[in-house]
């Protein structure tokens, strides 16, 4: 059955209830992430280990609770909270504890996993305020007290998975271009925040000319991923994807290394609006592991078009082939080798995870 955790509490979703005045619900301020989870037979050994080491472990082995690498998806919150000041420190214990027992009174052999943080009440937040500037402006010589803090809301949400047609995985799917550009100078840009409205609006558009995805390109006409989703394409046997956010040093100081005289002068990379994605990370580590090199790059609409193949990387479906961009064909219009790869890959994991 789905559940939810809300603030400590497990409850049905539809009696889920956040104030109307928290703040992801007046501005937007807030940060979550999705995952596949689930409750399956125990694993065997072999069978955790056949998951990889970068797919979390159950936590819980007499329920075969498991979920599709849980603390890549809270490290990257914890990092994202840092960043954006919306916490400067996670428990990242309790939310993992809390998101395993949400996944475990679920009881679903697969489930989608949604963690939401908001930056909680305002009306906490004025409180706290008013006190503080009371106690400063009376200048009496009061005991110390602790005004009242705000304090975040905390939602996880555990409901049957969506389940993507089988031909969806093996055809492949077309994908469009959107009309609307991602700025990288938005240093909110390349984090999952609440406003995602704006990508689920081109994903929309895209679906009424028969898109199964759109790509987003930057207002410097670069790369940046899908609506939802990461991109990563194949060209001449090694891998291309985009610069992510926290590559962009390292991909210029290795540019600059390896560009003799006037070329090093050139090897610019601008900030990065494009998602660190959790299932990017592991495609690019699993094709490592078959010996295949990944190129961090910015890369063009030439590329995207030139690339012997294009997948769409993400934590719901992990790989989905893309045989078409705008009526175009990719690869002769069916997936490759690379994608059917990952592919089989992702749904080892799945099973392995499962105990299947």
Request: aromatic share 4%.
């Amino acid at each position: 059955m789905a559940i939810a955790f809300l603030n400590g509490q497990f409850i049905d979703p539809a009696d889920a209830r956040v104030s109307a005045l928290d703040a992801g619900i007046q501005h937007g301020v807030g940060l979550f992430e999705t995952l596949l989870g689930g409750c399956g037979s125990r694993p065997s050994t072999a069978a955790s280990a056949a998951a990889g080491a970068s797919a979390a472990a159950p936590t819980h082995p007499h329920t075969g609770a498991w979920a599709m690498m849980l603390e890549e998806h809270l490290n990257r919150l914890a990092q994202s909270a840092r960043e954006l000041g919306l916490s400067a420190g996670l428990n990242v214990d309790a939310l993992h504890e809390a998101t395993m027992d949400t996944i475990v009174r679920a009881a679903l052999p697969r489930a989608r996993v949604r963690i939401t943080i908001t930056g909680g009440d305002l009306n906490l937040l004025r409180a706290a305020r008013s006190t503080a500037n009371a106690a400063s402006s009376s200048g009496e010589a009061t005991a110390p007290t602790t005004p009242a803090r705000p304090q975040g809301t905390v939602l996880i949400s555990a409901v049957p998975a969506t389940e993507y047609p089988p031909a969806m995985i093996e055809a492949g799917v077309g994908v469009m271009i959107s009309d609307a550009k991602a700025n990288p100078f938005n240093p909110c840009e390349a984090h999952k925040t609440l406003n995602y409205w704006w990508r689920l609006r081109e994903l929309g558009l895209a679906a009424q000319r028969s898109g199964d995805e759109a790509l987003i390109f930057s207002v410097t006409n670069h790369l940046v991923g899908g609506c939802v989703s990461s991109v990563m394409l194949i060209k001449d046997d090694e891998c291309i994807v985009p610069i992510c956010r926290g590559e962009e040093a390292q991909v210029a100081s290795q540019s600059t290394s390896t560009s003799p005289g006037a070329e090093a002068s050139r090897a610019i990379v601008l900030p990065s609006a494009a998602l660190p994605g959790i299932t990017r990370s592991w495609a690019i580590n699993e094709l490592a592991g078959e010996g295949m090199l990944t190129h961090k790059r910015m890369v063009t609409i030439a590329d995207v078009l030139e690339a012997d193949e294009v997948m769409l990387l993400n934590s719901s479906w992990g790989v989905l082939p893309v045989v078409r961009i705008e009526g175009r064909e990719i690869a002769g219009g069916a997936p490759g080798e690379t994608a059917r790869l990952l592919v089989n890959r992702w749904n080892r994991t799945l099973a392995a995870l499962a105990g299947n």
